[in-house]
């Protein structure tokens, strides 16, 4: 089991930026494929973005593509949310998990992202 914890969240005005940062507990972070995810209130969660154990191949969902960037830095445990042109939608906590088989597990406890209109 990995210990994922999430920082970096805040209230932003709309159009402004945030990365998020999850650091990962473990000697084998650089094995693993990292994403983030998000849950807005009365939502289910929903997936945000993904990227490869050596920082290849991202994906991203439809809403957030050209707007977030994820990176991962093995070095430090750390995988990276880049959000830029926030918008009000975006608001929601955000969580990053491990990909374990054809899942996900191992997710943090989130952090909270505000954008305001």
């Known amino acids: 089991q990995v210990q994922l914890v999430e920082s970096g969240g805040g209230l932003v005005q709309a159009g402004g930026s945030l990365r998020l940062s999850c650091a990962a507990s473990?000697?084998?972070?650089?094995?693993?494929?990292m994403a983030w995810f998000r849950q807005a209130p009365g939502k289910e969660r929903e997936f945000v973005a993904r990227?490869?154990?050596?920082?290849?191949?991202?994906v991203y969902a439809v809403s957030v593509k050209g707007r977030f960037i994820i990176s991962r830095d093995n070095a430090k445990n750390t995988v990276y949310l880049q959000m830029n042109s926030l918008k009000p939608e975006d608001t929601a906590s955000y969580y990053c998990?491990?990909?374990?088989?054809?899942?996900?597990?191992?997710w943090g406890q989130g952090t909270q992202v505000t954008v305001s209109s």
């Open positions: 990227i490869g154990w050596s920082g290849g191949s991202p």
């Open positions: 998990a491990r990909a374990i088989g054809v899942g996900y597990g191992d």
């Open positions: 473990g000697r084998t972070f650089s094995r693993y494929v």
